[in-house]
C-alpha cells in the first residue's frame, strides 16, 4: 500500500462526524506536506494562481539554503578558530564524540561544517518541536488546517540566534513568538509581527546575557568574540579593520547570530525570492535606500563622542543583521505595508530606524529587529493613508 492510498483510507476517521474529526489539522497538514491538495477555488470571484501558500513557504526555505549552508560553515570555523587560538585540542560534552572523526581544524572546510550543524540542529529541533506543538494545539482547538507559515518562522528563528543558545530559552522564545506574535491574533496571515523576530526580541529583553554578550557568539567556553557592531560601538571603523576585512563581512567569516553573517548569502536568497515574486522589491530598495540615507547624513553630521557615527554605509550593508533583515524579514507578506507606494515608505522607515538605532543609541549597537518590529506596527497606518491619499485623487481627478 502507498503513502497515498493509506492516507485515503484513514481520511474517513478525521473528517466530520469520523472518531478523530477533532485531529483533522493534524491529518491535513501530514497530507498536505507530502502531497499538493487536491482542492482548488471554484468561484468566479477567485484568481486562479499555481502558487499556492504551501508553494511560497517553501519558496522561502529555499532561499535560506545558502544561510544554513554559512551557519553551518561559520559556525565550526569560529569555533575551531577559537580552539586554536586558545590551544583547546578537544571539547567536553556529546559534540567531542562526532568531532573526534573529523577534528577541529579551522582551514579544513568539511570539519568546519559538522562542527556548525552540531550546534545547528539542536537548536532548530528544539524549535520545530515546541513550536510545531503550539500550531497543532491552536489548530486542533480551532478546527482549521495547519498552515506551512510555520515552516517559514521556525527556520527563520533558528538561523538568527546564537549558535550558544541553551535550548530551554529556544524553546521559551518560539513559544512566545508563535502563541503571543501569531496566534492570539488568529493565526498565519493574521499577525501584524513577525514570529521568528518576537521570538528573538522577547529572548533579548529577557535572557540578554545570552544573545548580546560579547561572548555569546562563538561556542567556545572562555573565548570572548565580540561582533563587528560592538568593536565599531567601542572604536569606530579602524577597531573593526584591525579584525575584520570588509570582504570577511561580505562572505561572513565573522561572529555573529548562525545564519545572518553572510551577505553574499542572503544576496542568493534575495535573487531566488525576487526572480520567483515572493518577496517586494520595493521594501528591499526602501529599507536600503533609508539606511544609506541615514547613515551618509550622520556621516555629513559626525560626532566627536560617538564613533558610530563615522561608518559609512557600505560597511553597515554587512555588519550585523542588515542584509538578512531587509531579504527575509521585512518582506513578510503579512506584517509589512501591502500598497506599492506603502512598500517604498515602509522599507525606507526600517533603513532609517536601523541607523538611528545603531548609531545614536550606544547601548544596542544593532538595530534590524527592533526597527522591522517598530515597523510592523505602522504597515496598516501607512496603507492607511496610501489610500486615502489614492482617493482624495481620483476624487478630485472626476470631480
Known amino acids: 500500500m502507498s503513502a497515498r492510498d493509506f492516507l485515503d483510507s484513514i481520511e474517513p476517521h478525521f473528517t466530520k462526524g469520523g472518531k478523530l474529526e ?10 498536505t506536506f507530502i502531497y499538493t491538495p487536491s482542492d ?12 499556492d501558500l504551501k508553494r511560497t513557504m517553501t519558496f522561502v526555505v529555499i532561499a535560506t539554503f545558502f544561510c544554513i549552508l554559512m551557519a553551518w560553515y561559520n559556525t565550526g570555523y569560529q569555533a575551531n578558530l577559537a580552539m586554536q587560538q586558545l590551544g583547546v585540542e578537544t571539547i567536553n560534552g556529546w559534540r567531542s564524540w562526532p568531532m573526534a572523526l573529523f577534528g577541529y581544524n579551522p582551514y579544513n572546510p568539511f570539519s568546519c561544517v559538522v562542527h556548525g550543524m552540531l550546534y545547528f540542529f539542536p537548536i532548530y529541533i528544539t524549535t520545530l518541536a515546541v513550536g510545531g506543538i503550539w500550531e497543532v494545539l491552536f489548530a486542533t482547538v480551532r478546527k482549521h488546517e495547519v498552515n506551512e507559515g510555520f515552516l517559514v518562522s521556525s527556520m527563520l528563528y533558528t538561523l538568527i540566534l546564537p549558535a550558544e543558545m541553551p535550548l530551554w ?20 496571515g493574521k499577525n501584524f509581527l513577525n514570529p521568528a523576530l518576537t521570538g528573538r526580541a522577547f529572548l533579548f529583553f529577557a535572557y540578554p546575557a545570552s544573545i548580546s554578550g560579547d561572548a555569546a557568539w562563538i561556542p567556545v567556553d572562555g ?10 560601538s567601542a572604536g569606530g571603523l579602524e577597531a573593526i579593520k584591525n579584525s575584520f576585512s570588509w570582504f570577511q563581512a561580505f562572505f561572513g567569516f565573522i561572529p555573529g547570530s548562525m545564519g545572518e553573517t553572510s551577505t553574499l548569502a542572503c544576496l542568493l536568497g534575495a535573487a531566488f525570492l525576487l526572480y520567483t515574486r515572493v518577496a517586494s522589491y520595493r521594501i528591499m530598495g526602501g529599507v536600503l535606500i533609508g539606511m544609506i540615507s541615514a547613515s551618509t547624513l550622520l556621516n555629513i553630521v559626525g560626532s566627536d563622542t560617538n564613533p558610530m557615527f563615522a561608518i559609512p554605509w557600505y560597511w553597515h550593508l554587512v555588519l550585523g543583521g542588515f542584509a538578512f533583515g531587509t531579504v527575509y524579514m521585512a518582506t513578510d ?18 533603513g532609517v530606524m536601523i541607523i538611528i538605532i545603531r ?5 544596542f549597537p544593532e538595530g534590524v529587529m ?8 505602522f504597515a496598516p497606518l501607512i496603507d492607511y ?14 470631480a
Open 333 to 350: 507578506p503579512v506584517s509589512a505595508a501591502a500598497t506599492d507606494t506603502g512598500r517604498w515608505i515602509y522599507g525606507g522607515l526600517i
Open 22 to 31: 477533532k485531529y483533522y489539522g493534524l491529518y491535513e497538514m501530514v497530507d
Open 40 to 51: 482548488v477555488t471554484r468561484g468566479t470571484t477567485h484568481v486562479r494562481d499555481g502558487n
Open 223 to 232: 573565548f570572548s568574540g565580540a561582533t563587528a557592531l560592538s568593536l565599531a
Open 169 to 188: 530559552q529556544v524553546a521559551l522564545g518560539i513559544s512566545f513568538g508563535i502563541v503571543l506574535g501569531k496566534e492570539v491574533f488568529g493565526g498565519t
Open 370 to 377: 527592533l526597527a522591522i518590529l517598530f515597523s510592523n506596527m
Open 385 to 398: 493613508f496610501v489610500v486615502q491619499a489614492n482617493i482624495r485623487r481620483r476624487i478630485k481627478r472626476h
Open 359 to 363: 548609531v545614536i543609541n550606544p547601548a
